[in-house]
């Protein structure tokens, strides 16, 4: 059995986005591409997992440690999921064009979160 291949992929801030660019590369063990947007698995979040090799997961189904994401897609506008998971660490891309704000806004850093993010705004990266 073969392991399994990962690529990098650059995410870059959308149109009057934020932050970033995120570059995401999933390893063993780490390599959920975790999606919290409302159940099912979003638009975005599945061109991560196929450009990444890593694995799409329904963040509202199921729970997974924040040890095993390699990225968390959101949609969040407001205040809540914006800084919960950049405050564990974790990279963080919200399909809005959110900026800092509320009561985690000292936790939501450009190396660890971004906005506005679209499909076009991927980029495979050596």
């Keep these: 059995m073969s392991e399994k291949v990962y690529k990098k992929v650059k ?25 919290v947007t409302g159940g099912g698995i979003h638009p975005l979040a599945a061109k991560i997992a196929e450009l990444t090799g890593g694995t799409a997961f329904d963040g509202f189904s199921s729970k997974a440690d924040f040890s095993e994401i390699a990225v968390a897609v959101i949609d969040c506008g407001g ?25 985690l806004f000292r936790f939501i850093k450009a190396e660890l979160f971004v906005s506005g993010v679209s499909e076009a705004d991927l980029e495979v990266v050596p």
Excluded at 11 to 35: N, T
Excluded at 84 to 96: A, E, F, Q
């Design 79 to 103: 205040t809540a999921r914006v800084g919960v998971y950049p405050m564990k660490g974790v990279l963080t891309v919200d399909i809005h064009a959110t900026r800092p704000s509320g009561p």
């Design 11 to 35: 995410i870059s801030a959308g149109k009057r986005g934020w932050g970033g660019p995120l570059i995401v590369e999933p390893k063993p063990g780490r390599d959920l591409i975790y999606c």
